[in-house]
């Protein structure tokens, strides 16, 4: 059974630019849930993907966008990069959609720094 | 409001002590509570579940509507418990309200 695998797992960028982070969800997972975690705080959730579909989202700007492509695995692209976007970015899996509270699996994270 | 508190950053006992990981929500609903572990160089993992009433790694947790709690306890710590704990409230069917997690190191 493949884990959650998430890519890349630094990265450096500039104010102002765009990002985007990928993430491939554990074998057979159809959700896919987004995670923002600044440093000393818990997980935030930017918001989830079901079957290609974002079906919950939470407190962020529209400038984070995400996709989920057929074969479940997903992108989190974040426009017009501010200082406070530098976090770790968690993607998490499970199996289910809407009417299913399912274990959800975290894959390591990218760390995103905006300078 | 739907907001998770763990009132400790860091927690430190002694190997063999017992633990206790506080854990305190406000949330309208009726209420799933997780407890999440992160070893060290290692991934969030589930570590257990209110609704499963289990024991893992000799860790329980019991809801307390009353109080609105859910802490995590131990009566024995063993030095490779020693990791990050964060409680999680789940909210609706999607989305997760993680508190700021718990430092738990046991001295040897």
């Known amino acids: 059974e493949t884990g959650v695998t998430q890519s890349p797992t630094h990265l450096i960028k500039t104010r102002g630019q765009q990002v985007t982070l990928r993430c491939s969800s554990q074998?057979?997972?159809?959700?896919v849930s987004w995670y923002q975690q600044a440093l000393g705080q818990g997980p935030q959730f930017i918001f989830q993907y079901y079957r290609e579909e974002e079906n919950g989202r939470g407190n962020f700007p529209p400038r984070f966008s995400g996709l989920q492509f057929p074969n479940y695995s997903s992108e989190l692209n974040v426009n017009a990069l501010e200082l406070d976007d530098s976090a770790l970015y968690l993607c998490?899996?499970?199996?289910?959609?809407?009417?299913?509270?399912?274990?959800?699996?975290f894959g390591e994270g990218s760390w995103l720094t905006v300078v | 409001a739907q907001r998770v508190t763990q009132p400790e950053k860091l927690l430190s006992v002694f190997k063999g002590a017992p633990v206790e990981l506080k854990c305190n929500y406000s949330?309208?609903?009726?209420?799933?509570l997780f407890w999440y572990v992160q070893y060290s160089r290692q991934r969030l993992q589930l570590l257990l579940r209110h609704i499963s009433r289990e024991s893992i790694k000799g860790f329980t947790a019991d809801l307390n509507k009353g109080e609105t709690s859910f802490h995590l306890k131990k009566p024995f710590a063993q030095e490779e418990d020693s990791a990050m704990y964060y409680c999680a409230l789940r909210v609706g069917t999607y989305k997760y309200i993680f508190g700021t997690g718990t430092r738990l190191k046991v001295l040897a």
């Open positions: 998490a899996s499970s199996l289910g959609g809407v009417t299913s509270g399912n274990t959800i699996y």
């Open positions: 074998s057979g997972h159809n959700t």
């Open positions: 949330y309208s609903g009726s209420p799933e």
